[in-house]
């Protein structure tokens, strides 16, 4: 093992939920009149703070071999490791409107990362041999979070076809997983606190589904739209029941797991009012927005004082005492 410490690949679902909010601002700020550049500026540190957790991650690669390989191999570390391209997709929407050529080529390598990644742990899942209590929310991020975020920048650089196809398969994994996990939180062992913030994730495939919906759809609303939101709203009340549960294990960044749903719930409600939705999306949208800010917010101050504290990254593995003679 190495001496080095370097972030897990779970840091990444910090630029995926800071993504999410900038985008949801730039939806938000042409509906409610609000200061475009604070998306905008939102958008711009997340890049950067995507462009050096990709330059730790590769080295950790060079660096600490062992270690980033036993993290791939992890029951659940594992699956934040597909967040890599999917946060670089998230990035070419960011930087669409002012390098839109090198947003594109980002766009191609993210999506081409995703897919390459979702076929290689979904593969691996198929051959069985699991643990039940390794089941958590995790198994989203592959197949159903990178396929509807395929289908979300794909429409944004016009290629609404080929996200169609994306949000398909992103949909249909989506439902399958989801009865897998239902299944393991219904019958099998209580989660251990460390692992109880990955259930936020239980938010994002609704939420992100309905932004991606929304995108390949143009905007239409419908029912389909309106249905996702509702079970989107769903989880999220269930989250906030769940809230002294999750609260046994205190603020780590793997509370960052709730970011990228909320995001995208007030990001797909905006995209909807805007278009003169119904009165319920109209009323919800602004309430959404706010909420997502006010978490989002409150993870970024917490995080930050963890860094400057010295405890963001997790704590080394205890070294074995030396033996007479070593």
């Not at 934040?80 to 390098?99: E, I």
């Not at 589904?209 to 079970?231: F, I, K, P, T």
């Not at 960052?256 to 007030?266: D, P, Q, S, V």
């Not at 009323?283 to 970024?300: E, K, R, V, W």
């Amino acid at each position: 093992m190495s001496t080095l410490r370097f972030p897990p690949a779970s840091f990444f679902g910090m630029p995926l939920g800071l993504f999410g909010l900038g985008l949801a601002w730039r939806a938000a700020a042409p509906l409610w009149s609000l200061p475009s550049v604070i998306g905008e500026a939102i958008l711009a540190v997340t890049a950067v703070l995507w462009a050096w957790l990709i330059g730790l991650y590769a080295l950790k690669w060079m660096a600490a071999r062992a270690d980033a390989a036993g993290e791939l191999g992890h029951p659940v570390q594992c699956c934040f490791v597909g967040l890599a391209p999917v946060t670089g997709s998230l990035c070419a929407l960011a930087l669409l409107p002012y390098l839109p050529g090198l947003a594109f080529v980002l766009f191609l390598a993210g999506g081409a990362g995703t897919l390459a990644f979702a076929l290689y742990r979904t593969g691996l899942l198929w051959q069985g041999e699991r643990e039940l209590g390794a089941t958590t929310a995790i198994l989203y991020l592959p197949a159903v979070a990178g396929s509807f975020v395929t289908a979300i920048v794909a429409a944004n650089f016009g290629l609404r076809s080929w996200g169609q196809l994306a949000f398909g398969a992103g949909f249909f994994s989506w439902l399958a997983i989801e009865s897998v996990l239902l299944y393991r939180l219904y019958n099998g062992p209580v989660m251990p606190p460390p692992l109880r913030p990955t259930l936020g994730i239980q938010l994002a495939p609704p939420a992100v589904g309905a932004l991606a919906y929304v995108n390949v759809g143009a905007g239409n609303s419908d029912m389909l739209s309106h249905a996702l939101l509702g079970y989107a709203l769903l989880q999220a009340l269930l989250l906030v029941r769940l809230t002294p549960w999750f609260r046994a294990q205190p603020f780590t960044p793997s509370y960052w797991a709730f970011t990228f749903g909320a995001a995208a719930l007030a990001g797909a409600s905006a995209r909807l009012a805007a278009h003169g939705d119904s009165e319920a999306i109209t009323t919800l949208a602004p309430l959404l927005f706010i909420a997502a800010n006010l978490l989002i917010g409150a993870f970024t101050v917490r995080t930050l004082a963890l860094c400057l504290q010295g405890k963001l990254l997790p704590a080394p593995p205890p070294t074995a005492p030396a033996k007479a003679g070593d």
